[in-house]
C-alpha cells in the first residue's frame, strides 16, 4: 500500500501561484509514477500532469506553461507549481501514484481562484 498526503492548496486571486505538495509513504518501490489530477463540480476527474520514474512529464494543454510538475525522490515527494492561475483552474486537487497494475489517491485538496 502506498499513502499519499497533499498540502498547499488554498485560495488565491486570478493571476497568482501555489504549490502543492503530496508526500508518499509505504510501499513506495512500487510506484513508477506520480500525478495530479483535478476534479471541478459538475465535471469530470481530468488529469492535470504526471511525471514518470524516468522524470518524463506531460501535462493538461489547458496548463502548459504554467504549471510545473516535480519530484523530489529523496522526500517520496510530488510538487505542483501552479503560476498564473485562472478561476477555471478551480477545482479539488488530487495526488495520483501508479505502478503496475495499482493505483493510489490523496484525499484531495482544495484550489480556488477569485477573479
Known amino acids: 500500500q502506498v499513502q499519499l498526503v497533499e498540502s498547499g492548496g488554498g485560495l488565491v486571486q486570478a493571476r497568482g501561484s501555489l504549490r502543492l505538495s503530496c508526500a508518499a509513504s509505504?510501499?513506495?518501490?512500487?510506484?513508477?509514477?506520480m500525478g495530479w489530477y483535478r476534479q471541478a463540480p459538475g465535471k469530470e476527474r481530468e488529469r492535470v500532469a504526471i511525471i514518470t520514474s524516468s522524470g518524463i512529464t506531460i501535462y493538461l494543454d489547458a496548463v502548459k506553461g504554467r504549471f510545473t510538475i516535480s519530484r523530489d525522490n529523496a522526500k517520496n515527494t510530488v510538487y505542483l507549481q501552479m503560476d498564473s492561475l485562472k478561476p477555471e483552474d478551480t477545482a479539488v486537487y488530487f495526488c495520483n501514484a501508479y505502478g503496475v497494475g495499482k493505483n493510489y489517491w490523496g484525499q484531495g485538496t482544495q484550489v480556488t481562484v477569485s477573479s
Open positions: 509505504g510501499s513506495i518501490f512500487s510506484i513508477n509514477g
